[in-house]
């Protein structure tokens, strides 16, 4: 594969008389599963929003695709929206819709398929999502919080993107639905050949189903590679953060 | 890229599909209507996503208990996730059109909603008066600083508006009655028209209308928000009554502003009139206030500003109300929003409509 799927170099970013970013670069190949991590107030979500073209940077360029994020025409954009899907951390569903409306929304608006078999489709995501068929017709407030990432998990992956994003997927999960996520994300990555890139704070996530974590420090990248790789930078705040899991003894599943 | 592309080869039974398979592929679908696909055939499928298998899953088999057609000639990674939809294709059955509701059904569940609606309201005015008495003992634990903010929004952010509405109805009113009033040479009795309206009807109900509007609107929107945040729970795990802490610093807020509101306009609406009274009627400015002090009764200012709490109370009972029973979705702080103001213009206009019987019967 040639090009990445994610490129972003030389990205700046300033907020609110702050340097979050400054000279940032990185890329993300097809198929991988990337996560991205970083101390709090490190620029994870900022850069997340960059990326799929909320905020802009005050300097760098964005790609994905092979096509710029933010020199596009508005046509081009929605072009590229198409071809990736979002998981925002508290799912942001429609809170009017139901489920299935919430799934089937984006195939309303970007396909010319009828409405029955966009439906149809939507029940179909919400199978692949895991979701009890009674589901479907119910509201997004009447959902617990996993089954609501699930739904929006569902939405993200409606029009069948080949990137998907998750933002803290399985923060405020508990960990046997929290696993149970993450098998169902790397499960659907595989079979559907999707590339993912996540942020996340949750090391069980980091050590069970990703290819490749990229680490945020000071506005830049501090390191990228495997779990293990990771553990030879010196850097006091990635040291804290895998002793944390290594004080519980380590068990690495890997891939 | 090519464009997906399906025939159905009766000989065979197979469903020969080709292209790409994407959502948009369904209108490459032949017409397969009574014939029975045995063979799913992706020889020449170049890509495939689950949008494209389940349209080719569904198109082969409408019905679950259709037979799985056998698949072939598909490429490795197409198949496992033909497999996977087919995995997790369930078939819901179409769910019954939801029947429709006749006139007297709409009318009685109209009627028992204006039911519920009274009894909630009159079960919080309940609740509000006993959180009422517990505070008043205790002047320390009113919220003053939400009650200033609240004073500061309700009374201070209106009178612009108000001044300006009542200017612009005082002028209209003068201009109307002195038309009249000058038929018979009876020009200076537009003084007496124009305060007897404005003080006791116009001034005390528009200002109440667009309090209503204005500030009723946005405490229920405020308070559902807070409602769909959850930031009412929070307030009640902390040991704090949500009605001691966000409704009564409102409820006061708003039977001290409107009084005040409803004097603004007054002054604002005699303004309005004094001055087409001078253009239009000859009647100079000096002449206005002099007439003005001869047949203004204390009466008349009293009866309109004793309206305006009584209004006030219903606007920001009603307000505080729809904002605590918002449930938790976007849609339903808007239709709580919307009930707010209509529920005030009602309760508005009936409760002036008592005051003028009552007046009329009472002789004041």
């Known amino acids: ?255 | 890229m090519t464009a997906a592309q399906a025939r159905f080869d009766e000989a065979q039974g197979a469903l020969i599909a080709s292209g790409v398979w994407h959502a948009e592929a369904a209108s490459a679908l032949p017409n397969l209507a009574g014939k029975a696909v045995r063979i799913l055939d992706g020889t020449g499928v170049t890509q495939l996503d689950t949008n494209g298998a389940w349209l080719l899953l569904a198109a082969a088999r409408p019905q679950a208990s259709d037979p799985m057609p056998e698949l072939r000639a598909f490429q490795p990674q197409h198949l496992a996730i033909l497999q996977l939809v087919a995995q997790h294709c369930r078939t819901t059955a179409a769910q019954a059109a939801p029947r429709r509701e006749g006139v007297f059904e709409l009318t009685g569940r109209g009627t028992l909603a204006m039911w519920g609606h009274l009894v909630g309201l009159l079960d919080f005015i309940g609740r509000l008066f006993i959180e009422l008495v517990l505070l008043l003992p205790r002047p320390g634990s009113w919220r003053w600083r939400e009650f200033a903010v609240q004073v500061s929004t309700v009374f201070v952010g209106a009178i612009p508006i108000v001044a300006g509405m009542l200017f612009l109805l005082g002028v209209v009113f003068a201009y109307l009655l002195g038309d009249q009033a000058r038929q018979y040479g009876a020009n200076i009795f537009v003084v007496d028209g124009l305060l007897m309206a404005i003080l006791r009807e116009i001034s005390p109900v528009i200002v109440a209308v667009l309090v209503a509007g204005r500030t009723g609107a946005a405490i229920t929107a405020q308070i559902g928000t807070m409602k769909v945040t959850e930031e009412i729970d929070a307030i009640t795990t902390l040991g704090l009554s949500p009605l001691a802490v966000l409704v009564i610093p409102r409820v006061v807020a708003l039977v001290l502003a409107l009084p005040l509101l409803v004097f603004i306009g007054d002054i604002a609406g005699l303004a309005g009139g004094m001055l087409v009274a001078k253009e239009q009627l000859d009647i100079s400015y000096s002449m206005f206030m002099d007439r003005l002090a001869d047949v203004i009764l204390l009466k008349t200012l009293l009866v309109g500003l004793g309206k305006a709490p009584v209004f006030a109370i219903f606007i920001a009972l009603i307000a505080c109300r729809m904002g605590l029973s918002v449930t938790r979705d976007a849609r339903s702080v808007g239709a709580h929003t919307t009930s707010t103001v209509v529920q005030s213009l009602v309760a508005i206009i009936i409760l002036n409509a008592i005051f003028a019987v009552t007046f009329v019967k009472l002789e004041i």
Not at chain 1, 38 to 45: D, E, F, H, V
Not at chain 1, 68 to 88: A, C, H, I, K, Y
Not at chain 1, 103 to 110: C, I, Q, R, Y
């Open chain 1, 1 to 255: 594969m040639a090009e990445p799927v994610i490129d972003v170099r030389d990205v700046s970013t300033t907020l609110g008389g702050h340097s979050i970013h400054h000279n940032l670069n990185l890329s993300v190949e097809r198929g991988e599963v990337v996560a991205l991590i970083g101390g709090s107030g490190t620029g994870k979500s900022v850069l997340l929003r960059e990326i799929i073209g909320l905020l802009k940077p005050q300097a760098g360029r964005i790609e994905l695709f092979g096509q710029s994020v933010w020199d596009s025409t508005p046509e081009q954009m929605n072009g590229l929206r198409q071809r990736f899907g979002v998981l925002f951390q508290d799912g942001a569903l429609f809170s009017s819709l139901t489920v299935e409306d919430n799934v089937a929304t984006p195939l309303f608006e970007h396909t010319d398929l009828p409405h029955a078999t966009c439906r149809q489709l939507a029940r179909l995501k919400l199978a692949l999502a895991g979701l009890p068929a009674d589901a479907a017709k119910k509201r997004p407030s009447e959902l617990s919080g996993g089954m609501r990432k699930r739904v929006a998990l569902a939405r993200a992956l409606a029009l069948d993107p080949e990137l998907l994003f998750l933002d803290e997927p399985t923060s405020g999960l508990d960990p046997i639905s929290a696993r149970a996520f993450d098998t169902l994300i790397r499960l659907l990555a595989d079979s559907l050949g999707l590339t993912v890139f996540l942020v996340t704070h949750d090391l069980d996530t980091l050590f069970s189903i990703i290819d490749r974590v990229i680490v945020l420090s000071n506005g830049h990248v501090l390191g990228s590679g495997t779990v293990a790789e990771l553990k030879h930078i010196d850097d006091p705040w990635l040291a804290e953060y895998f002793a944390a899991r290594a004080s519980e003894g380590e068990t690495v599943h890997g891939n």
